[in-house]
């Protein structure tokens, strides 16, 4: 892909569906943060104690991952981010005043929580 064609929106399965609703948009992020949290696993970190940011293009694609676990920083390949494009793919229909710029997810004694960022 060339370098000017990297932020047009690229045709998806979900693409020209409804924009997910609120408690939809709300399972997603968990969704998300539960892949991370396993991913932190299968790098051989503490599952049990993860930091997680998602962050996202102005088309809604996943362009990093931050992990984190017990306060050290786990290095996440390309092919999980891939995996979680995967995942979020539904977001391509949010509308463009409800864009995602981040999807934190902290998982503390077991318990996950995410926090969902928009953009201006």
């Known amino acids: 892909m060339a370098i000017w ?6 045709p998806r399965a979900e693409a020209g569906g409804e924009p997910l609703a609120p408690s939809a948009l709300l399972e997603l992020a968990d ?3 539960r892949e991370c949290a396993a991913e ?3 790098l051989g970190g503490d599952p049990e104690q993860v930091m997680a940011t998602v962050m996202f293009d102005d088309v809604q694609r996943v362009t990093r991952v931050q992990l984190t676990s017990d306060g050290q920083p ?4 390309k092919k999980f981010v891939q995996a979680l494009n995967e995942t979020a ?3 391509v229909n ?4 409800r864009r995602l710029e981040t999807v ?3 998982v503390a004694d077991g318990q996950l ?3 969902i960022a928009y953009r201006d």
């Open 104 to 106: 934190d997810a902290t």
């Open 89 to 91: 793919a539904p977001l």
């Open 74 to 77: 786990m290095m996440s390949g």
């Open 31 to 33: 969704q998300l943060g």
């Open 113 to 115: 929580k995410t926090q």
């Open 40 to 42: 932190v696993e299968r």
């Open 5 to 10: 064609n990297r932020n047009k929106e690229e």
């Open 94 to 97: 949010q509308p463009r005043d």
